[in-house]
């Protein structure tokens, strides 16, 4: 008997080594490159793998048409853009020394000085955009003269609700009782209107079937908010409904982005700066956030007790918002975590952010409080900030330059001097220029005020007052502090409480002259 070889590992027997089918035998991926601005993307699929025949045209240009046609990932688009910027602000600073005196010295220091000049303009952009610098806007406002007012831009049929501006300040956005929703140019007031969409559409978009006996969606729009990249506009109104339109073609989008509705009129909507998510409140009393891009919802924030009526978000992901429940509350998205602040005897009807640690807001007994994060009550109260003067019966008050603290509470007609209607003197609208010490206010009385907030005595001082007829219901500050735009009509926006007959309805800018 011959004796048996030893068992190799495997349980298999040792022998002739058996010819494999060509067909199962596959080679070795090889990764190929790309070559895009300095990036090397590696594939380890190829054209032969898929049984893919090439074709007789040179490889060098075929791998330039894959180049051009490989999609452009999001690290590449921000490295192009930070490349773009980078160039642009060179510029800047290439301008700046051609306007300075020719100074001596070789190429290498003034190489040196220019990048030293870039370095600090860059620093300097990323501390106001942090809300770590507040720019000195207040004190370079000249003295107002008799010739100027505001001037009449875009006009509405109904009372304009909401306005926004575009990030680089060049397109402007405005919102009206009607369901009227229109884009501008600032310096021409050239405007395009946007289409809504049929019912049908609008069904296929997302959208729920109205309530109650109504068998039409309401158009009513409340709000507006454009996204940081111009790209996206959102509105909200009574329908219960967030709508996304496309700025570029100015078509609607989507409605709610999800299923997971508000259960209320939309009252407030705003971007985080610099993204693309969104922020939305409601007489619901919630919060939610959404994801314009991804079209996406994502959670709902809870703690308000009664309708939310005004929304805002800084840079960081915290939100900010006020409510008919007398509080204003500050959320911190990613810590899950809010602070509450007390309003002392009255209720709040707008706010907006400083910086990250300080807030302004307006109250409907004619107030201005300014907050902080450091305490939960208002670290200043500027009171009767939109009296009404009662000689002023068409509620056309003239500019008188400068102008004190009001002399009367809201609700006193033993003067008579005064007509002491609270719908008109309500706070109905604040705004703060980006990273500034600049702020504005608009009611019922006739005027925008202009304030400066001061940063190391934390109080709000009185600049100017700006003749406007209406009620103003909206504003927005150019990023620049150039210009102011102001949103105004017969009636205020969330009701009818007031009616003045003489005002107009449309939108106003009025442009500031800065030392």
Same mark, same amino acid.
């Given at each position: 008997?011959?004796?048996?070889?030893? /068992?190799?590992?495997?349980?298999?027997?040792?022998?002739?080594?058996?010819?494999?089918?060509?067909?199962?035998?596959?080679?070795?991926?090889?990764?190929?490159?790309?070559?895009?601005?300095?990036?090397?993307?590696?594939?380890?699929?190829?054209?032969?793998?898929?049984?893919?025949?090439?074709?007789?045209?040179?490889?060098?240009?075929?791998?330039?048409?894959?180049?051009?046609?490989?999609?452009?990932?999001?690290?590449?688009?921000?490295?192009? /853009?930070?490349?773009?910027?980078?160039?642009?602000?060179?510029?800047?600073?290439?301008?700046?020394?051609?306007?300075?005196?020719?100074?001596? +010295?070789?190429?290498?220091?003034?190489?040196?000085? $220019?990048?030293?000049? !870039?370095?600090?303009?860059?620093?300097?952009?990323?501390?106001?955009? =942090?809300?770590? !610098?507040?720019?000195?806007?207040?004190?370079? /406002?000249?003295?107002?003269? #008799?010739?100027?007012?505001?001037?009449?831009?875009?006009?509405?049929?109904?009372?304009?609700?909401?306005?926004?501006?575009?990030?680089?300040?060049?397109? &402007?956005?405005?919102?009206?009782?009607?369901?009227?929703?229109?884009?501008?140019?600032?310096?021409? +007031?050239?405007?395009?209107?946007?289409?809504?969409?049929?019912?049908?559409?609008?069904?296929?978009?997302?959208?729920?079937?109205?309530?109650?006996?109504?068998?039409?969606?309401?158009?009513?729009?409340?709000?507006?908010?454009?996204?940081?990249?111009?790209?996206?506009?959102?509105?909200?109104?009574?329908?219960?409904?967030?709508?996304?339109?496309? =700025?570029? =073609?100015?078509?609607?989008?989507?409605?709610?982005?999800?299923?997971?509705?508000?259960?209320?009129?939309?009252?407030?909507?705003?971007?985080?700066?610099?993204?693309?998510?969104?922020?939305?409140?409601?007489?619901?009393?919630? !919060?939610?956030?959404?994801?314009?891009?991804?079209?996406?919802?994502?959670?709902?924030?809870?703690?308000?007790?009664?309708?939310?009526?005004?929304?805002?978000?800084?840079?960081?992901? $915290?939100?900010?918002?006020?409510?008919?429940?007398?509080?204003?509350?500050?959320?911190?998205?990613?810590?899950? #975590?809010?602070?509450?602040?007390?309003?002392?005897?009255?209720?709040?009807?707008?706010?907006?952010?400083?910086?990250?640690?300080?807030?302004?807001?307006?109250?409907?007994?004619?107030?201005?409080?300014?907050?902080? =994060?450091?305490?939960?009550?208002?670290?200043?109260?500027?009171?009767?900030? %939109?009296?009404?003067?009662?000689?002023?019966?068409?509620?056309?008050?003239?500019?008188?330059?400068?102008?004190?603290?009001? %002399?009367?509470?809201?609700?006193?007609?033993?003067?008579?001097?005064?007509?002491? *209607?609270?719908?008109?003197?309500?706070?109905?609208?604040?705004?703060?220029?980006?990273?500034?010490? *600049?702020?504005?206010?608009?009611?019922?009385?006739?005027?925008? $005020? *202009?304030?400066?907030?001061?940063?190391?005595?934390?109080?709000?001082?009185?600049?100017?007052?700006?003749?406007?007829? +209406?009620?103003?219901? #909206?504003?927005?500050?150019?990023?620049?502090?150039?210009?102011?735009?102001? &949103?105004?009509?017969?009636?205020?926006?969330?009701?009818?409480?007031?009616?003045?007959?003489?005002?107009?309805?449309?939108?106003?800018?009025?442009?500031?002259?800065?030392?």
């Amino acid at each position: 008997m011959k004796k048996k070889g030893p /068992v190799p590992k495997g349980g298999g027997r040792k022998g002739k080594r058996l010819s494999r089918d060509p067909f199962f035998i596959t080679e070795q991926k090889k990764p190929r490159k790309l070559q895009n601005d300095g990036d090397v993307i590696e594939s380890g699929d190829s054209d032969e793998d898929y049984g893919l025949v090439r074709s007789d045209r040179d490889e060098g240009e075929i791998g330039v048409e894959e180049a051009e046609l490989a999609e452009e990932t999001a690290g590449e688009k921000r490295q192009r /853009v930070a490349r773009a910027y980078l160039d642009k602000v060179r510029e800047i600073a290439a301008r700046e020394e051609e306007d300075d005196e020719e100074k001596e +010295g070789g190429e290498g220091e003034m190489q040196g000085e $220019r990048d030293a000049l !870039v370095a600090r303009i860059l620093q300097e952009e990323q501390l106001e955009e =942090t809300g770590r !610098v507040r720019r000195a806007i207040a004190s370079r /406002v000249q003295k107002l003269e #008799s010739a100027d007012e505001f001037r009449v831009l875009v006009k509405h049929r109904q009372p304009v609700t909401a306005v926004a501006l575009s990030e680089d300040d060049s397109k &402007g956005f405005s919102a009206s009782k009607d369901g009227t929703i229109l884009q501008w140019d600032v310096v021409s +007031g050239i405007h395009e209107s946007y289409r809504w969409p049929s019912h049908d559409v609008l069904r296929s978009h997302g959208a729920k079937d109205p309530q109650g006996p109504a068998t039409r969606h309401c158009k009513r729009v409340l709000t507006l908010a454009v996204s940081s990249d111009g790209r996206y506009l959102a509105s909200g109104g009574v329908d219960r409904h967030i709508h996304l339109w496309d =700025t570029r =073609t100015r078509e609607h989008i989507r409605v709610n982005l999800a299923f997971q509705g508000h259960g209320g009129p939309v009252s407030c909507l705003s971007f985080r700066q610099g993204t693309s998510e969104l922020f939305s409140g409601s007489f619901d009393r919630t !919060v939610k956030i959404w994801n314009a891009e991804d079209r996406a919802y994502i959670t709902t924030l809870f703690g308000h007790q009664n309708e939310i009526l005004t929304i805002d978000c800084h840079r960081k992901e $915290r939100v900010l918002t006020v409510g008919r429940d007398r509080t204003m509350q500050l959320f911190k998205v990613p810590e899950e #975590s809010r602070l509450v602040f007390r309003a002392p005897a009255f209720s709040l009807e707008c706010c907006c952010f400083v910086s990250n640690d300080e807030f302004l807001s307006g109250s409907d007994d004619g107030s201005i409080e300014l907050w902080s =994060t450091l305490r939960k009550k208002p670290v200043d109260i500027v009171k009767n900030a %939109h009296a009404l003067l009662g000689a002023n019966k068409n509620l056309e008050p003239k500019n008188s330059g400068k102008i004190p603290n009001g %002399h009367i509470e809201n609700g006193d007609c033993g003067s008579e001097s005064y007509r002491c *209607l609270s719908a008109y003197s309500w706070v109905n609208s604040v705004t703060v220029c980006r990273s500034s010490d *600049l702020a504005a206010s608009g009611a019922g009385n006739g005027s925008v $005020r *202009l304030w400066a907030i001061e940063s190391e005595t934390k109080d709000i001082r009185p600049l100017f007052d700006l003749p406007l007829v +209406g009620f103003v219901n #909206s504003l927005a500050f150019a990023k620049s502090g150039q210009f102011l735009v102001a &949103g105004v009509g017969k009636e205020p926006r969330l009701g009818r409480w007031g009616h003045n007959e003489s005002a107009q309805n449309g939108v106003a800018v009025y442009s500031l002259k800065l030392s």
